[in-house]
């Protein structure tokens, strides 16, 4: 099992960046992929991204492809969502989540196995 603590949201003015960070415990983080989900109220929950096990690949939502990136770091137990030229639209929570496999571009949140509690980030226009 894996517990996962997001941190790094808060408020932003359009255009505007930030990191959003996850830090893992509990079995190795190494052995588990990793994604990050945003849900906005009133929505579904929305996939933005996710990495591989080694951090190799990675893999984006439409929505966010181009202005975001993420990235891990398997000795530190940490998984970090870039967010730049940020939109109003990007108001969300965001979510970390962990599961088991290899591939990237698994966009279901249900094939995740294990999930944080959230950071708020609002834009503000």
């Known amino acids: 099992q894996v517990q996962l603590v997001e941190s790094g949201g808060g408020l932003v003015q359009a255009g505007g960046s930030l990191r959003l960070s996850c830090t893992a415990s509990g079995r190795a983080f190494s052995s588990y992929a990793m994604g990050w989900f945003r849900q906005a109220p009133g929505k579904e929950r929305e996939f933005v991204a996710d990495?591989?096990?080694?951090?190799?690949?990675?893999y984006f939502g439409d929505s966010v492809k181009g202005r975001f990136t993420i990235s891990r770091d398997n000795v530190q137990n940490m998984v970090f969502l870039r967010m730049n030229s940020l939109k109003p639209e990007d108001t969300a929570v965001y979510y970390c989540?962990?599961?088991?496999?290899?591939?990237?571009?698994?966009?279901?949140?249900?094939?995740?196995?294990?999930w944080g509690q959230g950071t708020q980030v609002t834009v503000s226009s």
């Open positions: 989540a962990a599961r088991f496999g290899s591939s990237a571009g698994i966009t279901k949140a249900e094939e995740y196995n294990y």
């Open positions: 990495i591989t096990r080694g951090g190799a690949y990675t």
